[in-house]
T-cell receptor, first 114, second 116 residues
Framework: DTAVSQTPKYLVTQMGNDKSIKCEQNLGHDTMYWYKQDSKKFLKIMFSYNNKELIINETVPNRFSPKSPDKAHLNLHINSLELGDSAVYFC?????????????FGPGTRLTVT | AQKITQTQPGMFVQEKEAVTLDCTYDTSDPSYGLFWYKQPSSGEMIFLIYQGSYDQQNATEGRYSLNFQKARKSANLVISASQLGDSAMYFCAMREPRSGNTPLVFGKGTRLSVIA
């Protein structure tokens, strides 16, 4: 059984388009995250949701918006895509807010903006 | 200032040898958690090992161990008896207490290549 799943795995689109990436976890975790991994492999937090409430919103353009219909899902919507948005986007979840909880990552979505 | 520093962009190790991947961190909080993740060429992020700031002993998980030196703020990953399948990117990460949630802050990673 897949713990954290993301769809699609690959996404190729043109500048200016709007796209969504879906994430689902079946671990019963309370907290979900979106990370961005750039071309140099650097991973950075974008958002996290705890019980459907946005907890963190780092310095991310407002073209990016997370949407959580329920505790098991955290989707990422991106409007007016730009070339610089090309990256791998990872969804993750953890059991809670405690420092000792590891985060389980999805397989990643490679977004290419042309 | 970087929270997590991994000074080795790339490392080579002979199969069956041990290798140490360096990680230093920066925090003023007495409570924090340190994590290591592996990212093979297939792209997924795999959790390897965790060390809490108050843990008295170094963490171990199979062939992975963490050399935790709190005073030096270092949390090096030691992989014993390297295997070809260990070739991957390795990321050190930290969680600090903050209001609300606690995301992982990652280092830039070390690419490990295991040579037969």
């Amino acid at each position: 059984d897949t713990a954290v799943s993301q769809t699609p795995k690959y996404l190729v689109t043109q500048m200016g388009n709007d796209k969504s990436i879906k994430c689902e976890q079946n671990l019963g975790h309370d907290t979900m995250y979106w990370y961005k991994q750039d071309s140099k492999k650097f991973l950075k937090i974008m958002f996290s949701y705890n019980n459907k409430e946005l907890i963190i919103n780092e310095t991310v353009p407002n073209r990016f918006s997370p949407k959580s219909p329920d505790k098991a899902h955290l989707n990422l919507h991106i409007n007016s895509l730009e070339l610089g948005d090309s990256a791998v986007y990872f969804c993750a979840s953890s059991q809670g807010e405690g420092l000792y909880y590891e985060q389980y990552f999805g397989p990643g979505t490679r977004l290419t903006v042309t | 200032a970087q929270k997590i520093t991994q000074t080795q962009p790339g490392m080579f190790v002979q199969e069956k040898e041990a290798v140490t991947l360096d990680c230093t961190y920066d925090t003023s909080d007495p409570s924090y958690g340190l994590f290591w993740y592996k990212q093979p060429s297939s792209g997924e992020m795999i959790f390897l090992i965790y060390q809490g700031s108050y843990d008295q002993q170094n963490a171990t998980e199979g062939r992975y161990s963490l050399n935790f030196q709190k005073a030096r703020k270092s949390a090096n990953l030691v992989i014993s008896a390297s295997q070809l399948g260990d070739s991957a990117m390795y990321f050190c990460a930290m969680r600090e207490p903050r209001s609300g949630n606690t995301p992982l802050v990652f280092g830039k990673g070390t690419r490990l290549s295991v040579i037969a």
